[in-house]
């Protein structure tokens, strides 16, 4: 039975030590400060990150992976794992083309090398769960078209929900309007963003204040999932504290089996900034 290999990209925001303990690729995006250039995750790691956000005169830029990355990494896979499959989870097209990249690859090497490459339409974390479960199936020897059945039933039942810290970030990547970014910071509305069927962000509700913003992400769970069996993951960008607050208020009202608190990554937090907060929960098969 050929093994099944996974290949993600940097904005899963996946733990190194679960990287490590299901053998995940992790095929960076890249972060640009002006004239420097990092590789997230690899020689820009998250604490070094906001550090340097915070006191930039502009707001960095980011790009994908090239196929030739991507075509890379399959080969080299394929060279240490004969006869392996490869599946190839993504950030959602509609905010990078990382995916793009990697359907690209995949069809230059063709038969010689199989690889199935998924747009998830997620970001962050609500990538990394998923990839690190079907990383799990993979490791104790399920084949490709199990992991990919499990696979579709993750994509249709992974919710995710956001809270940033501040509009700003938003606003200046295009991901809002101005006006609704200065309106937003007068009022003190803290929307409950998410990603819809296309993988675009939307506000999900508009609340005023955190605590609400919180009750009402409960309370959403609490009526999506209400005692049925859960994992839940939560990352935040430079907000360790509030993370911890967080997973303790979902362990103690739902019905947990897993839990793990990530780091949004340098890419990521370019595009929401620090302070963000997001919760993703699937359900357990």
């Known amino acids: 039975m050929a093994k099944v290999h996974i290949v993600t990209d940097s904005t899963a925001d996946i733990p190194k030590s679960l990287q490590e303990e299901?053998?995940?690729?992790?095929?960076?995006?890249?972060?640009?400060?002006?004239?420097?250039?990092?590789?997230d995750g690899v020689d820009l790691h998250s604490d070094?990150?906001?550090?340097?956000?915070?006191?930039?005169?502009?707001?960095?830029?980011?790009?994908?992976?090239?196929?030739?990355?991507?075509?890379?990494?399959?080969?080299?896979?394929?060279?240490?794992?004969?006869?392996?499959?490869?599946?190839?989870?993504?950030?959602s097209s509609k905010l990078s083309g990382t995916f793009q990249s990697a359907y690209i690859a995949s069809q230059t090497l063709g038969d010689e090398i199989p690889v199935s490459v998924i747009d998830t339409k997620r970001a962050s974390y609500a990538i990394g769960i998923i990839?690190?479960?079907?990383?799990?199936l993979a490791k104790n020897g399920a084949t490709k078209e199990e992991c990919l059945a499990r696979l579709d039933e993750l994509l249709q039942d992974t919710t995710v929900f956001f809270m940033v810290d501040t509009l700003e970030y938003l606003e200046k990547n295009g991901r809002i309007g101005k006006a609704s970014a200065v309106l937003g910071s007068l009022l003190k509305i803290k929307p409950i963003l998410s990603l819809n069927d296309d993988g675009e962000v939307f506000p999900f509700e508009k609340v005023r204040g955190q605590k609400k913003a919180v009750s009402r992400i409960l309370q959403e769970f609490d009526q999506r999932y209400g005692n049925e069996l859960i994992n839940v993951g939560i990352s935040h960008a430079d907000s360790q504290s509030e993370a911890e607050q967080m997973m303790a208020k979902m362990t103690e009202q739902f019905n947990v089996k897993e839990t793990v608190i990530t780091n949004i990554g340098p890419v990521v937090g370019t595009h929401v900034g620090p302070g963000t907060i997001a919760i993703i929960v699937t359900k357990v098969k």
């Open 48 to 91: 070094q990150f906001y550090g340097k956000l915070r006191t930039a005169e502009k707001i960095p830029t980011t790009s994908q992976p090239t196929p030739y990355q991507f075509e890379t990494e399959y080969r080299r896979i394929a060279e240490e794992n004969e006869g392996c499959e490869i599946i190839s989870l993504h950030l």
């Open 131 to 136: 990839v690190v479960e079907i990383s799990q």
């Open 22 to 39: 299901y053998e995940i690729t992790v095929v960076p995006l890249k972060v640009h400060f002006g004239e420097e250039t990092f590789e």
